[in-house]
Nanobody
């Protein structure tokens, strides 16, 4: 388990951009972002596996969102471009310390996209 501290988020108009950041308290195997909209289940957005520098994206954000980070500082960022109202949600940073570990969660940060 690691502790996660998120920053970023806020209110933006449709078509705009936002960036989220998250720092873990220790070494991680992979980090990522999930989101939860009101009345919906938490869903996967994107993740990165440090050892192979491989990234994964939900179809709904491919081409618009980019995950990046620095394993040396245990920091991951989410650049969100061409935002849509349906991207509105609480975004959670997540991290796993090994390949078989469950996710640890950040406190969540609100992203609101107005139409």
């Amino acid at each position: 388990q690691v502790q996660l501290v998120e920053s970023g988020g806020g209110l933006v108009q449709a078509g705009g951009s936002l960036r989220l950041s998250c720092t873990a308290s220790g070494h991680t195997f992979r980090m990522g972002w999930f989101r939860q909209a009101p009345g919906k289940e938490r869903e996967f957005v994107t993740s990165i596996v440090w050892s192979v520098d491989r990234t994964f994206y939900a179809d709904s954000v491919k081409g618009r969102f980019t995950i990046s980070g620095d394993i040396a500082t245990n920091t991951v960022r989410l650049q969100m471009n061409r935002l849509k109202p349906e991207d509105t949600a609480v975004y959670y940073c997540a991290a796993a310390v090994t390949a078989g570990s469950s996710w640890s969660w950040g406190q969540g940060t609100q992203v609101t996209v107005s139409s």
